[in-house]
């Protein structure tokens, strides 16, 4: 098998691992807003990460680029470890349990994000290929 077709088939698993994952977050984002609340947390976090998108409009970019100032704080939003440890910290008691649904809402989306083929962005603010 050619490294370009091995290349395309790990990264569609990987697609498809992440659409896996942005299925059961789902779930559990729906549970939780069912039985713990947390509605606001749920859209604030979200929604969140897509706040570096508007720091990062400005005149002059290309097509789908990202200003370089906002590339930090949207790859810190757009990986995975955030809502993990926001989900470590609800099951160690030191948040309640309607944040939760915040480390749902924010893994879902990060999730979706890969599983549609939208990664991390470069230092010039370009979607890593």
């Known amino acids: ?3 370009t077709s091995k290349l395309k088939l790990t990264g569609n698993i990987r697609r498809l691992a992440y659409a896996t994952a942005a299925a059961a977050l789902l779930v559990l984002l729906i549970e939780s807003l069912t039985h713990s609340g947390g ?3 749920a859209a604030a976090f979200g929604l969140g990460p897509d706040a570096a998108l508007l ?3 400005g005149a002059g970019l290309e097509r789908g ?3 370089p100032r906002a590339v930090p704080a949207y790859n810190v939003l757009h990986r995975v470890w955030g809502p993990v440890a926001l989900a ?3 099951a160690a008691g030191v948040l309640p349990s309607n944040y939760l649904a915040g480390a749902a809402a924010w893994g879902l989306h990060v999730a979706l994000d ?3 083929g939208y990664g991390l962005r470069t230092p ?4 890593r290929g």
Do not use: C
Not at 124 to 127: K, L, R, Y
């Open 88 to 90: 470590l910290l609800v």
């Open 65 to 67: 680029q990202l200003h």
């Open 55 to 57: 720091i990062g409009s």
């Open 39 to 41: 509605g606001w947390q």
């Open 114 to 116: 890969r599983a549609l």
């Open 124 to 127: 010039e603010g370009f979607q």
């Open 1 to 3: 098998m050619q490294l």
